[in-house]
């Protein structure tokens, strides 16, 4: 308190003592006043008494001249102590006789006027004239003289008297204050004192004394009162302070985890420790069951879970333990589990668990889970406690929706980003496609004329050696992988196959195949750098059929022996296998099975993942990264199976699991060879790649008919004009498609434009693709690819001579074998 | 001029005592009749301390008369005295009785030394007959004169015969009795 503040004890005092001091005052002053006027009063009409009665008695002595007896009378003043002094003077105004006797007569006047009796105050003296009359005469007059020490004197004691007055008054009310004050400051202090308490300690449960006056007694109850009402609401502000710091110490803890598990542990170990409470478990609703399923406990709760048959994965039903109104969205709460039937309550209540609630958690308006909360005493959770399980139930419920959200998110994410991975891939696959196209062309042209002399070397030289006919079947073999391969460049940016033409082959043979083409690479090449690969075959006996593309199967083990060749740099052994795998009555079908196993470096578990994708390598600039994915490819589109196994160090078998032959329901079968050449006919030849224009016309010379070589468009398109008009028209046109200036479409369409009957076969050296598209220009009648084989040129050429239109289906299957 | 000591008291009472002498001396050095004008006046004066009773007048206005017996010392004074005064709204009237014989009722009657030998007989004459007598000697006879002038100090003072004036049947007032001497049985009456 402030020290220089008036205390209030003191002020009360003051109050009291200026109070009587102000009362006596007045009462005193007023009797002082009173007593004043009312002395001077009497003092005046005194002295008129006296001198009336003196000047009554002095009227002989006057009359007869006799001064003694004047004075004598005048003695008769002695009475009156305050008369200093008295004179009578005569008819004529002269002083005549004093008092006291002998006086001087210079202390008197020496004449007065005749005149009424006055009697007035002069300066502190009273002073009186009475005439002296007998009879109506005037006889003389009479002087008094009175000092005013009689009332001086009597103003002392007053004085005195009032001093003593007030000092007793004062006294008396100091005591009296002093006990007045008691009874009203001690209260008053006291309540100031249990403030200043509440104040420095915050400690609402002090109370103030009862006062004992009515009115203080009021002032400290309803003070009492004001503090029991701020205890309890601190203490409701505290608690809900308490809820608010848990809940967001949870909302914190749980904001950004995304297990759903892990959030209900961190929610119910939060509410073990802090609310706290004896066992909490969540429970998560099984839909297809209608039944709550213990999902986690909090770490404390964990003993008690065998005992409340709350096991992870327990299964509770809904209906049979009262928790139907939990799933429509309401908190159980169950002050007694003793009171009740249900199976789960009974446990709880067997455990020592009494009081129970259960929040439902509700994420977009489902209900997915509830967090069930105990504790052991009965009737434990308060409405605040439940408000606050409520809300933090509101609050898991969102973190667990945000989690599934984040998750569901993270998903959409890996997904979007495994698309524009694949979307950047075919990218560029196309680009790459759009460049293999070009280089397909001209690879096709460049080896056309070996196809078309190779062809017909092996046709038509009966008396080549073994050696050479086995040689040129190797080169015809090898030229046909590279336009398969050509062919096969467009799948790079082609996501399906349009159509694969699939033809029962055997493996064993293809794989001979194989081994035979890459010789150079497995066997010469290791041995001019000092190693040595040791090639094992193990195929099976029986003959290892499938339906199977044999070319795209053939770059596929080509493939992968180079693969297996380059993980063997020190040498090893490549094993080549083939198994037939009978049908049995669990699996669908047999299956043929080829492996082809290294003693190389092997792979790791990152790279043995991604080995397959596209342009993914481990061999740097010699590697293109398209191997095993061109592997893959052929693996997809012949419904077949790949497999990795590999251990680095240890080697990498490469696994093929082809279906059989026997269950391949769609097969196209090879058409027969056309192997007769149709009567001469007059052709016209337009391209402008001489050597293929010049091997062309050999070919087709050999086979006996009248060809012309044109070796532009235009110059195509006037020959045949010429010719034409010149009534010698040409009955076929064979021309190329790209051409400088004047394309093959524009020769077609002028060919037809002369001679609609004319039919025009149009080659292409943009590969296969054209073809697939099923983009068969106007005006042109059949499309080979390059580089041509001599059999399907043959085939067209007898049908146009026969008259017939080519069937679609002839057409198709013409075209697709390239 | 509070309280004034013995001594000093008495020395101006000294002084204020030569100072009347002085007063005195001159009064009488010029002539006698000054101590006569002193007498008239009394005389006026007693008309004031004296109840006379009614009877003493004949009628509602009749005056009052001072009586003057034998030879007149007073001159013109008695009368300059009593000119234009009235006692009790009655006219004031002085008569001169040369002797005994002139002698009329009156209400004060001033016996004057030279009819001393009738002095007497003039008071037994008046004794009841509500008359103020005055003299200013000594009567000698069995009966005195009510008041009698008295030098004393120089100054005149007055005896009253209490008794003479009892059987004069006049009231001399308490007032006039104070500066006097009395005579007589005071008590009695």
Same mark, same amino acid.
């Given at each position: 308190m402030d020290k220089r503040a008036t205390s209030l004890r003191g002020q009360l005092i003051r109050m009291v003592l200026l109070t009587s001091a102000a009362v006596v005052l007045l009462t005193v002053s007023s009797l002082f006043a009173y007593e004043l006027v009312t002395f001077r009063q009497t003092s005046r009409q005194q002295l008129g008494t006296l001198g009336k009665a003196i000047a009554a008695n002095s009227t002989a002595a006057l009359a007869f001249d006799n001064a003694d007896d004047a004075e004598t009378v005048l003695t008769a003043f002695e009475a009156d102590q305050q008369i200093v002094g008295a004179a009578l003077y005569d008819a004529t105004g002269a002083l005549f006789a004093v008092y006291p006797k002998g006086t001087p007569s210079t202390e008197f006047p020496a004449q007065v006027q005749a005149g009424p009796a006055t009697f007035r105050f002069e300066g502190s003296n009273l002073v009186g004239y009475q005439p002296v009359m007998e009879n109506g005469r005037r006889l003389g007059t009479l002087f008094v003289q009175s000092d005013l020490r009689e009332m001086s004197k009597r103003m002392r004691f007053y004085g005195g008297l009032v001093a003593l007055t007030i000092l007793g008054a004062g006294l008396l009310a100091y005591i009296i204050s002093r006990q007045l004050q008691h009874r009203i400051s001690s209260p008053i202090l006291e309540l100031a004192e249990t403030a200043a308490a509440v104040s420095e300690r915050r400690d609402y449960s002090v109370r103030a004394p009862p006062a004992s006056t009515f009115e203080l007694g009021q002032l400290t109850d309803a003070f009492n009162y004001m503090l029991q009402e701020i205890q309890s609401s601190e203490g409701r502000l505290r608690t809900q302070v308490d809820h608010l710091n848990l809940l967001q110490n949870i909302t914190r803890a749980i904001s950004d985890r995304q297990d759903l598990s892990r959030i209900f542990r961190i929610v119910l170990g939060s509410l073990e420790e802090n609310l706290p409470i004896d066992f909490g478990c969540a429970l998560r609703l099984d839909a297809a069951s209608e039944s709550l399923v213990s999902h986690a406990v909090g770490p404390a709760s964990e003993a008690h879970r065998a005992a409340l048959n709350l096991e992870e994965g327990a299964s509770l039903s809904t209906t049979s333990n009262g928790l139907a109104a939990c799933l429509a969205g309401k908190l159980i709460t169950e002050p007694d589990t003793r009171t009740l039937r249900y199976p789960l309550f009974q446990k709880l209540a067997e455990a020592g668990f009494h009081s129970v609630v259960i929040a439902p958690l509700f994420a977009e308006s489902t209900f997915f889970g509830a967090l069930l909360v105990a504790r052991r005493a009965t009737e434990a959770f308060t409405s605040t406690d439940c408000e606050f399980l409520k809300q933090l139930s509101e609050h898991v419920a969102l973190a667990a929706q945000q989690a599934q959200l984040h998750n569901a998110l993270q998903q959409a994410y890996d997904d979007l980003r495994q698309t524009q991975v694949a979307v950047m891939q075919q990218e560029r696959l196309r680009a790459l496609g759009q460049m293999a196209s070009g280089i397909a062309h001209d690879i096709n042209n460049a080896i056309s004329p070996v196809a078309l002399y190779t062809e017909s070397l092996l046709e038509r030289e009966e008396n080549l050696s073994p050696r050479a006919r086995q040689h040129l079947t190797t080169i015809?073999?090898?030229?046909?992988?590279?336009?398969?391969?050509?062919?096969?460049?467009?799948?790079?940016?082609?996501?399906?196959?349009?159509?694969?033409?699939?033809?029962r082959i055997d493996?064993?043979?293809?794989?001979?195949?194989?081994?035979?083409?890459?010789?150079?690479?497995?066997?010469?090449?290791?041995?001019?750098?000092?190693?040595?690969?040791?090639?094992?075959?193990?195929?099976?006996?029986?003959?290892?059929?499938?339906?199977?593309?044999?070319?795209?199967?053939?770059?596929?083990?080509?493939?992968?022996?180079?693969?297996?060749?380059?993980?063997?740099?020190?040498?090893?052994?490549?094993?080549?296998?083939?198994?037939v795998v009978p049908a049995d009555s669990s699996d669908e079908g047999g299956r043929v099975r080829i492996e082809v196993c290294d003693t190389g470096v092997g792979m790791d578990e990152a790279t043995r993942r991604r080995c397959i994708e596209p342009f993914f390598t481990t061999k740097g600039e010699r590697g293109s990264g398209l191997g095993l994915a061109m592997v893959y490819g052929m693996v997809q589109r012949h419904s077949a199976e790949l497999e990795v196994d590999s251990e680095p160090g240890k080697g990498t078998t490469f696994r093929l699991i082809f279906p059989s032959a026997a269950q391949s329901l769609s097969s196209t079968m090879h058409l027969p060879a056309a192997q007769f050449i149709s009567a001469p006919m007059r052709i016209l030849l337009v391209d402008d790649d001489p050597v293929l224009l010049r091997s062309l016309e050999d070919i087709l010379k050999t086979d006996g008919h009248e060809v012309t070589a044109t070796n532009?468009?235009?110059?195509?398109?006037?020959?045949?004009?010429?010719?034409?008009?010149?009534? +010698?028209?040409?009955?076929?046109?064979?021309?190329?498609?790209?051409?400088?200036?004047?394309?093959?479409?524009?020769? %077609?369409?002028?060919? +037809?434009?002369?001679?609609?009957?004319?039919?025009?076969?149009?080659?292409?050296?943009?590969?296969?693709?054209?073809?697939?598209?099923?983009?068969?220009?106007?005006?042109?009648?059949?499309?080979?690819? +390059?580089?041509?084989?001599?059999?399907?040129?043959?085939?067209?050429?007898?049908?146009? +001579?026969?008259?017939?239109?080519?069937?679609?289906? %002839?057409?198709?299957?013409?075209?697709?074998?390239? | 001029m509070a309280v004034l000591t013995a001594t000093t008291s008495s020395v101006w009472g000294l002084i204020r005592r030569l100072t009347l002498i002085?007063?005195?001396?001159?009064?009488?050095?010029?002539?006698?009749?000054?101590?006569?004008?002193?007498?008239?006046?009394?005389?006026?004066?007693?008309?004031?301390?004296?109840?006379?009773?009614?009877?003493?007048?004949?009628?509602?206005?009749?005056?009052?008369?001072?009586?003057?017996?034998?030879?007149?010392?007073?001159?013109?004074?008695?009368?300059?005295?009593?000119?234009?005064?009235?006692?009790?709204?009655?006219?004031?009237?002085?008569?001169?009785?040369?002797t005994l014989a002139d002698l009329k009722p009156c209400h004060i009657l001033f016996i004057d030394r030279s009819v001393r030998g009738d002095v007497t007989r003039t008071l037994d004459t008046l004794a009841s007959r509500h008359t103020l007598t005055v003299t200013d000697f000594e009567p000698g006879g069995a009966r005195n004169s009510i008041i009698r002038f008295l030098n004393e100090d120089k100054k005149i003072r007055l005896r009253i015969n209490v008794d003479s004036a009892r059987e004069a049947g006049l009231t001399i007032s308490s007032k006039l009795l104070r500066p006097s001497q009395v005579v007589g049985n005071r008590g009695a009456g």
């Open positions: 015809q073999r090898a030229i046909e992988d590279v336009a398969g391969t050509v062919a096969r460049m467009r799948e790079f940016y082609r996501q399906r196959e349009q159509q694969l033409t699939l033809s493996l064993n043979r293809t794989i001979q195949q194989v081994i035979e083409l890459t010789q150079v690479r497995w066997s010469d090449l290791p041995q001019q750098r000092g190693i040595t690969i040791d090639l094992q075959t193990e195929l099976s006996p029986e003959p290892a059929e499938v339906m199977a593309a044999e070319g795209e199967v053939r770059d596929a083990l080509t493939n992968l022996i180079f693969n297996a060749v380059d993980a063997m740099t020190e040498g090893g052994t490549l094993t080549l296998r083939t198994t532009s468009g235009q110059a195509g398109i006037d020959t045949f004009l010429a010719s034409n008009s010149a009534g +010698k028209s040409f009955s076929v046109v064979i021309t190329d498609l790209g051409m400088p200036r004047v394309d093959g479409r524009r020769v %077609a369409a002028a060919v +037809k434009g002369a001679s609609p009957s004319t039919p025009v076969i149009m080659l292409t050296g943009w590969g296969q693709r054209l073809l697939a598209e099923n983009d068969i220009p106007p005006h042109v009648d059949r499309v080979l690819s +390059k580089p041509p084989r001599l059999q399907d040129l043959r085939l067209a050429l007898t049908e146009f +001579k026969r008259g017939e239109r080519p069937s679609g289906d %002839a057409r198709s299957s013409a075209v697709v074998v390239a | 002085l007063l005195a001396v001159s009064t009488l050095g010029a002539t006698a009749p000054q101590e006569y004008q002193v007498k008239a006046v009394f005389l006026f004066n007693f008309t004031h301390f004296v109840d006379w009773p009614a009877d003493s007048f004949e009628s509602a206005d009749s005056p009052f008369v001072i009586g003057v017996l034998g030879q007149d010392p007073f001159g013109s004074a008695l009368d300059d005295v009593v000119r234009g005064e009235r006692v009790n709204g009655r006219p004031l009237v002085v008569q001169r009785y040369e």
